[in-house]
């Protein structure tokens, strides 16, 4: 069955009995239907959460088809009730675009997914249609000062950093130009959009330890500058409060079920590869208030997910992982290993121990974390066994431990395995994380810090523009921010071609963007597309409603 076919054939717990299993009264639940539910910030005990383990699953370097590191959470979660551990699965939300492009959705795969599957890709609770709004409200507000010449605030227009957002893959969108049609339409000017995962508001609502915290990061927008080059930040505009108004219940995580009838949470969903990529700090710390064990995870590879959510979330929200997880997949380590496109499901050992390289590198870079990492094997029906115990013999001389899941198959009968080498790596007692850098470091300092001990980069180099915004960001001291880099998720380096993993090379810091509201600074490396677009065949074109509301075609 396809995984949607399969999500429709569970039948689903009614939310307030998922809702139960972790001690909440009905009436703390906001019901959204049968199955879904918001819940309340009250709900967050900082007592608890000290004495909770939370578990990050990541991978090794990504290729086009993907590594399955919701598949595997999701299973892993499963695994670890299997065991009996009180365990809460804790992911982002996914984004329309990607769900009707070329990517698919995001609730996990197989018999490892969350439901209501529909739900969850399409639109959910509103969460992305609150930021969206939000993000827009902003945008309209920016414009309405600058096209009044009496305001107190003159903002130049060519300084305007913020653009508008929709959930949607819309490449026409990227480059536009505003205020056509005379002075009653505003000023003319060059603008864009960028998708609703990308706004620098759904990357604050995941900073956010509180509403009181939300509404200050919202106040701290960095919006453009003045004609005589002053900053001008969103509380000048004074929207925070209305911005506040509109996310008062988007800030609240959303409880759903696994197909085991295992509690879920899902909330936020800022893309990795130019924002954090990981889901809310209130809804971890919501999870290790409700469990014992919360698995999240964090988008693509180890280099930049990982990196971001221990060096920039764990900061903010005073979080310690007790244990990583890396998910490997064969294919993976053959496409590392330099197997073409037509050769990743032929069975090659040696392709395998060549790509290993890659593998190796996130090992390593997860010890510099204070962590020793458990590999998932994500398998799949390709894979050989002596692939498989060549991954593992390798992976056994790094004296880390690799182990077979097969969620995707089976649930959690398939990762009952996986889920006794976390908890026995966790119960050792032997990781202690530490996060790579000082924030009082200097920008540069940060910076090279990441690309040489994550990346494996010889040097750092910067643009013209570069250093420009670099003295800019200094000026308005904002340069104790953390870090969150911006650059492809498809190698080590910036440049995508470089796979495996490679040696000698440089990266380029073209440009920054700082994200003063979320808090941090944004190293561009090469050219980010922030407004995806659509396939010549989008996934939208295999999907189909009957006349009783079916869905079937949805990934």
């Known amino acids: 069955m396809t995984d949607i076919e399969i999500a429709q054939s569970v039948k689903m717990l009614p939310i307030r009995e ?10 703390s639940l906001e019901m959204y239907g049968k199955y879904k539910a918001k819940l309340p910030l009250s709900l967050i005990n900082p007592e608890k959460i000290a004495q909770s383990n939370l578990i990050l699953v990541t991978a090794l370097t990504p290729t086009p088809a993907g590594e399955g590191k919701t598949t595997v959470s999701i299973g892993l979660n499963e695994g670890l009730n299997k065991i009996g551990k009180k365990s809460i699965v804790v992911l982002r939300e996914p984004s329309l675009g990607p769900v009707f492009g070329i990517k698919g959705g995001a609730a996990g795969g197989g018999y490892s997914q969350v439901v209501p599957m529909e739900d969850i890709n399409l639109h959910f609770t509103g969460d992305f249609a609150a930021i969206e709004k939000a993000n827009n409200f902003l945008a309209a507000i920016i414009d309405n000062v600058i096209q009044n010449p009496n305001h107190e605030i003159k903002i130049d227009p060519r300084t305007v950093t913020w653009k508008r957002v929709m959930d949607m893959n819309d490449r026409s969108l990227r480059e536009i130009i505003i205020g056509v049609g005379g002075k009653a339409n505003g000023m003319m000017r060059q603008d864009g959009f960028n998708i609703t995962a990308a706004s620098e508001i759904m990357a604050i609502l995941c900073m956010s330890n509180s509403l009181t915290d939300l509404k200050e990061k919202l106040g701290n927008i960095l919006t453009g500058f003045t004609y005589d080059n002053q900053p001008v930040y969103a509380r000048q505009l004074k929207v925070q409060e209305a911005m506040t108004i509109l996310l008062k219940d988007a800030i609240k995580p959303n409880l759903v079920q696994t197909l085991e009838g295992n509690p879920a949470i899902i909330h936020g969903g800022p893309f990795a590869n130019i924002a954090q990529g990981t889901n809310t700090i209130i809804a971890t710390k919501t999870g290790l208030s409700l469990g014992d064990y919360v698995v999240t995870e964090a988008g693509f590879g180890a ?57 190796q590198k996130h090992i390593e870079n997860a010890r510099k974390f204070g962590l020793n990492p458990v590999v998932a094997i994500n398998h799949f029906v390709t894979d050989s066994q002596e692939e498989i115990d060549a991954l593992t013999q390798l992976c056994a001389a790094m004296n880390v ?56 980069a010889d040097e ?16 308005i001291g904002l340069g104790k921010l953390p870090i969150c880099m911006a650059k492809t998720q498809k190698s080590f380096s910036d440049n995508e071609k470089l796979v495996g993993r490679p040696t000698g090379f440089n990266i380029t810091v073209r440009e920054f963007e700082i994200a003063a509201g979320a808090g941090f600074v944004i190293p561009i490396l090469g050219n980010m597309m922030r407004m995806p677009g659509l396939p010549a065949i989008p996934a939208s074109e295999n999907m189909s409603i009957d006349e009783n509301g079916v869905i079937s075609g949805l990934s």
């Open 18 to 27: 998922v809702a139960q299993k972790l001690g909440i009264e009905e009436d």
């Open 303 to 359: 280099d930049l997910g990982a990196e971001k959510f221990l060096d920039i979330k764990c900061g903010y929200g005073n979080l310690a992982p007790k244990a990583m997880v890396i998910v490997a997949t064969i294919r993976a380590l053959r496409h590392h290993g330099g197997a073409k496109p037509d050769e990743l499901n032929t069975p090659d050992t040696e392709k395998v121990k060549k790509g290993f390289a890659n593998l």
């Open 401 to 456: 431990q690799a182990v077979l899941s097969r969620g995707w198959a089976l649930g959690g009968n398939g990762t009952t395995d996986l889920a006794r080498a976390v908890v026995a790596e966790i119960e050792k007692g032997e990781n202690y994380f530490r996060p790579l850098y000082d924030w009082n470091l200097s920008i540069k300092e940060k910076i090279e810090t990441i690309a040489k001990e994550i990346y494996g």
């Open 460 to 475: 750092v180099e910067y643009s013209a523009q570069a250093l420009t915004d670099l003295r800019k960001i200094e000026k």
